[in-house]
């Protein structure tokens, strides 16, 4: 059954640019219609963790490491998995990286699932070893 929009008085659909939450660009419109107490949509919105064509394609180029807290952050964002929330960093490493970063029990699981969700401490202490186009390795805070 689809869904509809009740418009809002004063801003028409009201609608908000959206935004990817890995990488910031706008990547779609999303109609809010009528708000609570009428309210004009903010400008810009980030609607879930679903990344835009462009991360999607840079996330193909390798394994893809995603830094998570277990704690929820101050913005109320909402959990990507069960207790783990998201920062906005992630890295994209090689199949080499992977070999060389981690322990056979968990390379493989990382491997099968061309990615993982890991402490941010630890992305970061990865990330600052990565130096730009080595063995197609990036990461992005």
């Known amino acids: 059954m689809p869904k509809s929009i009740k418009m809002s008085p004063k801003h028409g659909?009201?609608?908000?640019?959206?935004?990817?939450?890995?990488?910031?660009?706008?990547?779609?419109i999303a109609l809010m219609g009528r708000l609570p107490h009428d309210e004009k949509a903010p400008d810009t919105i980030i609607a879930g963790y679903a990344p835009c064509k462009e991360c999607q394609e840079h996330r193909k180029e390798g394994i893809t490491l995603i830094g998570v807290l277990t704690e929820q952050p101050a913005d109320g964002r909402p959990a990507i998995a069960e207790g783990l929330y998201p920062t906005g960093s992630?890295?994209?490493?090689?199949?080499?990286?992977?070999?060389?970063?981690f322990t056979p029990d968990v390379r493989k699981?990382?491997?099968?699932?061309?990615?993982?969700?890991?402490?941010?401490?630890?992305?970061?202490?990865i990330s600052s070893h990565i130096t730009p186009k080595e063995e197609g390795d990036t990461a992005h805070e």
Request: aromatic content about 6%; some cysteine.
């Open 13 to 28: 659909l009201n609608p908000a640019m959206t935004k990817c939450f890995w990488c910031g660009k706008e990547d779609g």
């Open 90 to 101: 992630w890295a994209v490493i090689s199949e080499h990286a992977v070999n060389r970063l």
């Open 109 to 125: 699981s990382i491997l099968d699932a061309k990615g993982a969700m890991i402490p941010e401490n630890i992305l970061k202490n």
